[in-house]
Each structure stands twice: as structure tokens, then as C-alpha cells.
């Protein structure tokens, strides 16, 4: 069975720093994918970044990076420079046979 | 109209009455899916149609009934809900393409049974 771990219910970070999103994953599956999405208060998932489990490379979209470390089967999200508008829930999701989603991260960025 | 989209956006409701959940999606896919959001638990997915057949269906009771005329709507059908039903229901669509699979979602339908 699949299942996605997000340890921190809540994050703090000034504004124009970096912080990191832990999530750590279990699976069978030889082939798979992580996600990481954003939700603002609004309610809308917003993708961010996808992993491949094969991929040899740490994905990159813009402020985010997924360091994703295989073998310890996390794929922590990277956010730099946050800004205020990056204040929002954030959950880690694996796409096996199915797509699983962890319990997500509160992130609050200080002026 | 881009994305996804849901209507409506709130609803409230009696235990008693019929309902339904609209999503429509403009990105040309063909997979979408229902995923329930309660306070306090992780995103739970209900339901997934492929080709407008559903491949998927997670346990969910038979008071939620799905339906997906073509690939780019989606029904959510609600009938004698129970307040634990209350949540909000997203909507999400994507080319179904195996590990790559990115899901695009909706803004979602936040309903309250009374």
C-alpha cells in the first residue's frame, strides 16, 4: 500500500528566505510519481513540481525544487525567496496504480 | 472558460434533498476525478473515470453517485447525505497518462449538510 508522510502541520518563514517542506513516501511500486501542489485559502489545488521515480535529476519550476532523495524515499519541496503570497497549505501526492495525498503543510511567510 | 471548472462553488443542503456537483474541464483530457476534502484529514480520492468508464471507486457509499457523460464533464450526484458529509469536493482532470499523471484541479464546491 502507498503512503505519504508530511511531518509538519505548520511552517514559519520570512519573507525572501528559503524553507523546506518535508515529505516522505512508502510504496511497492517500482514506478511512480510525486507531486507537490499548493492551496491557498481560496480552495484551488495549484500543481507546482513533479518527480519521476526514475528521473536522475532533482525537478526545478522557477522558486521550487523537489530534493528527492530515493533511497531515504523523501521528496522534501524547496521554496525560495518565499514571498507572502506563498502563505497556503501545500501537500505532497504520489501517483502509483493510484494518487495518494499527505496530510499537508501550513506555511506562513512573515513580512 | 480555462481549466477546470466546478459549479457551484457553495452549497447547502438538507439530509433529505437531491443535488448535484458540476465539473466541466477545458484542458482536452481524458481522466477526471472526484476527491473529497474534510477538516483535518488528507485528500481522499472517490472516484476516477478513464474514457468516461470509471476504473475506480474507493469504497465510497452509494448516497454519492458519479456520473461522466464525456470526457469533459463530470456529475457528482448527492441524495440523503448525513452532516459527516459536509466538506469540500474537488474536482481534478488529466491525460491519464501512468506515473506522469499531473491532475489539474478545480476551485471545488464547498457543501454543508444540515
Known amino acids: 500500500a502507498q503512503k505519504i508522510t508530511q511531518t509538519q502541520p505548520g511552517m514559519f518563514v520570512q519573507e525572501k528566505e528559503a524553507v523546506t517542506l518535508d515529505c516522505t513516501y512508502d510504496?511497492?511500486?517500482?514506478?511512480?510519481?510525486l507531486f507537490w501542489y499548493k492551496q491557498p485559502s481560496s480552495g484551488e489545488m495549484i500543481f507546482l513540481i513533479y518527480q519521476g521515480s526514475y528521473d536522475q535529476q532533482n525537478a526545478t519550476e522557477g522558486r521550487y525544487s523537489l530534493n528527492f532523495q530515493k533511497a531515504r524515499k523523501s521528496a522534501n519541496l524547496v521554496i525560495s525567496a518565499s514571498q507572502l503570497g506563498d502563505s497556503a497549505m501545500y501537500f505532497c501526492?504520489?501517483?502509483?496504480?493510484?494518487?495518494?495525498f499527505g496530510a499537508g503543510t501550513r506555511l506562513t511567510v512573515k513580512p | 472558460e480555462t481549466g477546470v471548472t466546478q459549479t457551484p462553488r457553495h452549497l447547502v443542503m438538507g439530509m433529505t434533498n437531491k443535488k448535484s456537483l458540476k465539473c466541466e474541464q477545458h484542458l482536452g483530457h481524458n481522466a477526471m476525478y472526484w476527491y473529497k476534502q474534510s477538516a483535518k484529514k488528507p485528500l481522499e480520492l472517490m472516484f476516477v473515470y478513464s474514457l468516461e468508464e470509471r476504473v475506480e471507486n474507493n469504497s465510497v457509499p452509494s448516497r454519492f453517485s458519479p456520473e461522466c457523460p464525456n470526457s469533459s464533464h463530470l456529475f457528482l450526484h448527492l441524495h440523503t447525505l448525513q452532516p459527516e458529509d459536509s466538506a469540500l469536493y474537488l474536482c481534478a482532470s488529466s491525460l491519464f497518462s501512468g506515473i506522469q499523471d499531473t491532475q489539474y484541479f478545480g476551485p471545488g464546491t464547498r457543501l454543508t449538510v444540515l
Open positions: 501526492a504520489m501517483r502509483g496504480f493510484g494518487m495518494r
Open positions: 510504496t511497492s511500486d517500482p514506478s511512480y510519481g
